[in-house]
């Protein structure tokens, strides 16, 4: 664990709550409760005064100019890079990879490491609990090389029947690909007990931490992970920024996906040589500013210490699980024993479709659908949920009005 | 705000969500069409007897949000006995109804349907609103390839 997550801070809720400005926003009169973060989180004004200040003070284009504005581009984007290896205890600046997103992320590993390495009839393990976005490309991948699928299924809690995933792996599994929390449901999966079970069969290990990385602590080398994928929005940065932590060895192997500027160190028509690590899995001007702002975001999740953001969402889950228990035909879907702050649930004779827009009458914002996780409505037989999902700003005074809410959409129903 | 929450899910809805009119499979019908909504998962499948150019039954089943479950129940009874022609039109000035800014719903020409406009405050819930008409209009145009989706 680095040095950074293990600090000492001071949980302020009312100061946390002061530097994000869109909090303070009404919707249809009331004050915004906002129940979305699993989707995407809220940023702070360090964060948006960052993006400022780079249009204003020093756009321009990074790794190319010699003059001042892209030297300073350069640096703050390479700066941003570092607090993100440190973030997330990677072992070098090289093994960093930024991208658009978690879905860029995993199709990149699909595509780069999936495609020169896997072989018609090997197979790729899955778990029933994944994203869209950790299903499609390998499907898209299994496609152009006769490689297959197979799923870990789930409980009735909503956790991964760890038996199931041994039985599944052999000698022709080449890689695991599992998320490390679950958006739908919010279960923790015990990805370090699923990496070391794949590497004794000597197989990678890819984790999806879109929903992790804001709620826990991550540290990639105690993992021993081979590659790990995030997005920065949901870790209060912008939109468009994501991260591919890969293993260096891993990395340096593989074939590039994008071709174009950066990527690049030497082209001629009739050869091309390849950038060294990270840019050549770097093509094209990235999202700067929006890198930069993903430092930013760092920065401001290190001031508060992450430990004590999930500690604080843990109290946090079990009283909105408490408060939901006494809610009459409200049924929380997903109860694994070890849960993230999401809180998936159905209601007798609503359908979620309609209490998100009832709640959102109240000024509460919730998600519902299937979440991009039509393989766990299925599971369950449902065609949808809502789901609350809390982050360090919500406070018990939101989880109540979020419950009164509920309880009002039953009276329309009634 | 013209249309609040209490007016979008007033009595109508409410009523025709818990007890859908001409719900359950048609047997003997003509034309059959399956329509699905991915935003909120609801699958309907609308169920059209012909009697010459006239409804003369219509059915529906499935499972869906309020919103749709209403709306397929009214439209329902609303299409009974209609020409494909008055149909049409039907399916026409409901559109407008939906999508429309102010259109001040018309109650001799809608009846109880006007109670969906409220719908136009929501954007993304006036496809729940449109899915059963959307399917019924595949149905009548008697589009072929749309009709048989089993
Ligand atoms: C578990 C999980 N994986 C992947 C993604 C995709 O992230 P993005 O859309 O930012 O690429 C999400 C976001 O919804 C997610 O929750």
Known sequence: MNAVNKQKTVFDINKIRADFPVLTRKVHGLPLVYLDNAATSHKPIQVIETLDRYYREYNSNIHRGVHTLSEEATAAYENARQKIRRFINASTDKEIILTSGTTESINLVAQSFGRSTLKAGDEIILSQLEHHSNIVPWQILCEQTGAVIKVVPINDAGELELEQYERLLGPRTRLVAINHISNALGTINPVRKIIELAHSYQAKVLIDGAQAVAHCVVDVQALDCDFYCFSGHKLFGPTGTGVLYGKRALLEAMPPWKGGGDMIRTVTFEKTTYNELPYKFEAGTPHIAGVIGLGAAIDYVNTIGIQAISDYETGLLEYATAAASTVKGMKIIGTARHKASILSFVMDGIHPHDLGTILDHHGVAIRTGHHCAMPVMDRYAIPATARASLAMYNTREEVDKFIMAVNAASQVFK | ?150
């Open chain 2, 1 to 150: 705000m013209m249309f609040d929450l209490k007016q979008l899910y007033q009595d109508v809805i409410v009523d025709h969500n818990r007890s859908p009119r001409n719900f359950g499979i048609l047997e003997h019908a003509d034309r059959k069409l399956e329509g699905y909504n991915p935003l909120c998962g609801d699958k309907l499948t609308l169920y059209v007897k012909m009697d010459g150019d006239i409804i003369s039954d219509i059915r529906f089943d499935g499972s869906g949000c309020a919103i749709s479950v209403a709306s397929a129940s009214l439209m329902t009874e609303a299409m009974k006995g209609k020409t494909i022609a008055k149909a049409e039109q039907l399916f026409n000035d409901f559109h407008h109804l939906l999508t429309a800014e102010n259109a001040e719903p018309d109650l001799d020409r809608f009846g109880k349907l006007a109670a969906l406009a409220g719908v136009r405050e929501y954007p993304s819930r006036i496809k729940c609103a449109s899915l059963c008409w959307h399917t019924l209009h595949a149905v009548i145009d008697g589009n072929a390839a749309a009709v048989s989706t089993e």
